[in-house]
């Protein structure tokens, strides 16, 4: 590193020792502070006024000003929603964790199986189809929607569960992501000399990859979860009319019709996130890392 | 990435070792294992991606070119091109498209300019790093379908607080109320805003990771003409995370020109898919919605995928050629 003298700075101006260090070496002044405070206010609002909303009595949502503090009718308005007779909200939040939980634990399995192949074993064809692997990110699968819903009809599965999992039971992404990470976090020695003692394959990923990634696991399942709780359109599409749909369907059912009260809406609303914040408040630090490694580095 | 700092496993390796030579007919099962298996641990991704992502892509083409209605499956049979020819007359299509692109450009341009800002607010030094991280990302956790229903609620004409923040500031009288979902304006500016809010932060950290990979030392080359924290942000910091500006302007021109769950639960009535009384703000994901699973007619609806589809590649290529070009210009 050089130290470069700054020509100096005119007085009251910007003080030398702030010029030529980088942002991330540059301690953040209040005004960096007030603006970070001022965006995550308004990040979190939204999630407060849900909850605003869903605590409140149909008066205190319809009156101006609209209230901005929560009221004490949580209660009230969950028991109505979970009590409703033409949506079962209580099974739909089922059916969201039944879903989520079977796509995570298969994309973490299928995924780091996969990974670890492209890592560290050998064999014709490796690089094009990782390459292909890394192609098929860039596919808009929502487009193939129509034929993907005429594909479940033949296989009579539009309306069940089964339609909303088979289709994420893998993901490219996983497969990219779980390769990257073992290809840095298990040397090739421990896999060739676990070889050379006469381990098979499955026996290396069992007992030397799996322990070495669970960083990565806890990363990937995270944002897994997270992403396939909150699809909306395919369910909507293949659920549509079941009686017992994903719990965003549900929110899209209590939504709907001629007179919608909205601290119901939202009541609901707030149950199908809270999952999500209390896995935000819990992995964090996982999920920050898994946005941040799955960027592109040039 | 970092290494792990787990000690590696220790290996229950029977003992004693297997005997230099084994038996013939392990021999030819250890030469199976190494040749086959790496390619049983693939498969799933591939048998999966092939029945599941790219048939459904590809027979979308044959389902395009046929009659194919949920409501008389008797009417089937090669179309040729009736859809597409059908799709070109078709004012429904044109004005998604228009909606689509209007509340692209509302929701795409802004929410890439302010990510920049808290990316470059983010990578200073700061206290409770992780803090500031992970709370930029609540609302990327919130289902859309719940953060939509509220900002239904921000947007309502009478007693919305939408309204309510505008009337204080003296742009909006509270008995004359604006009705945000009755112009194209006011429902594109009002869906944007979803778009932006939920973006923005998950953005933010692509740009941030993108930075913290910038070596110090260009930094100090600045400081020899004196360049300010807002000159370094535009001459250095942009020009040299421009692959990942690349990669988030591809990525939003993707997910932004397939916008559905924001227009659709922004209705009063959900279950229509109309966009609005006059469909102001219907985009072409809830077309394909409504024409295949409201008016049933899969066929027509896979033309319009077909035709999304195309205006995808395109659009995607031409902002990935601009981006690249204002980073270029620079350096």
């Known amino acids: 590193m050089t130290t470069v003298t700054a020509p100096a700075p005119a007085p009251g101006k910007r003080r030398p020792r702030e010029i030529g260090r980088a942002p991330q070496d540059t301690r953040g002044n209040w005004r960096t502070y007030l603006a970070l405070t001022a965006f995550l206010l308004l990040s979190a609002f939204p999630l407060y006024w849900m909850f605003v909303i869903a605590t409140s009595t149909d ?28 949506v079962y909200f209580t099974a739909s939040l089922i059916n969201s964790f039944i879903v989520a939980a079977v796509v995570t634990v298969s994309t973490l399995f299928f995924c780091s199986l996969a990974g670890f192949a492209f890592a560290k074993l050998r064999f014709k064809g490796r690089d094009p189809l990782m390459i292909v ?11 193939g929607v129509v034929a ?14 089964l339609a909303v999992i088979a289709p994420f039971l893998v993901s490219a992404f996983g497969v990219f992501y779980m390769r990257q990470f073992i290809m840095h976090a298990v040397p090739d020695e421990l896999v060739e000399s676990a070889r050379m003692d006469g381990a098979l394959t499955l026996r290396v990923y069992w007992s030397i990859i799996v322990p070495a990634i669970r960083p990565a696991l806890a990363v990937l399942g995270l944002l897994t979860f997270v992403a396939t709780w909150n699809e909306f359109q395919w369910p909507l599409i293949t659920l549509n009319g079941t009686e017992f749909p994903t719990s965003m369907v549900a929110l899209s059912d209590l939504a709907s019709g001629n007179y919608v009260i909205y601290r119901r809406v939202l009541a609901g609303a707030f149950m199908a996130t809270l999952p999500l914040l209390v896995l935000l408040v819990m992995g964090g630090r996982q999920i920050v890392r898994g946005i941040m490694e799955g960027a592109v580095k040039s | 990435m970092s290494l792990t700092r787990n000690a590696p496993p220790v290996l229950d390796i029977p003992e004693p070792r297997p005997p230099a030579t084994p038996p013939k007919h392990k021999l030819w099962f250890y030469r199976f294992d190494t040749k086959r298996t790496p390619y049983v641990f693939i498969s799933p991704f591939f048998l999966l991606f092939a029945v599941f992502g790219l048939f459904p892509i590809i027979f979308n083409g044959v389902v395009a070119l046929r009659n194919w209605r949920l409501d008389d499956p008797d009417l089937n049979g090669w179309a ?12 429904d299509f044109w004005n998604a498209l228009g909606n689509t692109f209007g509340i692209f450009i509302l929701s795409t341009v802004p929410q890439l300019l302010i990510a920049l800002m808290v990316a470059n607010l983010l990578n200073r030094k700061l206290r409770g790093t992780t803090f500031w991280r992970v709370g930029v990302l609540l609302p990327y956790v919130t289902p859309v379908a719940a953060s939509t229903l509220v900002f239904a609620v921000f947007f309502s004409r009478d007693n919305g607080m939408a309204n309510w923040l505008l009337s204080l500031v003296g742009f909006n009288d509270m008995n004359n ?13 009002a869906i944007a805003t979803m778009v932006n809010w939920k973006w923005i932060g998950y953005n933010a950290l692509l740009y941030l990771s993108a930075m913290q990979s910038i070596p110090k030392d260009v930094y100090e080359a600045a400081a020899v ?14 020009p040299m995370i421009q692959p990942v500006l690349v990669f988030t302007v591809v990525l939003s ?48 609806a896979a033309a319009m995928s077909w035709a999304l589809f195309l205006i995808i590649l ?18």
């Open chain 1, 59 to 86: 008066e205190a949502v319809s009156q101006t000003p609209p209230s901005v503090v929560p009221g004490n009718q949580l209660m009230t308005n969950l028991r109505e929603v979970f009590t409703m007779q033409d």
């Open chain 2, 253 to 300: 021109s993707i997910g932004g020109l397939q916008l559905f769950n924001e227009p659709m639960l922004f209705e009063e009535n959900p279950a229509a898919a109309t966009g609005g009384s006059d469909s102001q703000w219907q985009t072409i994901a809830q077309l394909i919605y409504k024409v295949g699973w409201k008016d049933l007619d899969l066929g027509y």
């Open chain 1, 148 to 161: 993907l819903y005429i594909l479940m009809g033949k296989l009579g599965w539009n309306g069940t569960l």
């Open chain 2, 314 to 331: 395109i659009v995607a290529g031409i902002n990935a050629f601009l981006t690249n070009r204002l980073g270029g210009g620079r350096r």
């Open chain 2, 177 to 189: 109320p604006l009705d945000w979902r009755a112009y194209k304006w006011s429902s594109w500016i």
């Open chain 1, 133 to 143: 692997v890394i192609l098929t990110l860039t596919v808009p699968n929502q487009l």
């Open chain 2, 80 to 91: 040729g091109f009736a859809n597409f020819e059908r799709l070109v007359h078709d004012e």
């Open chain 2, 225 to 238: 003409d004196g360049a300010g924290p807002w000159r370094q942000l535009w001459r250095i910091t942009v």
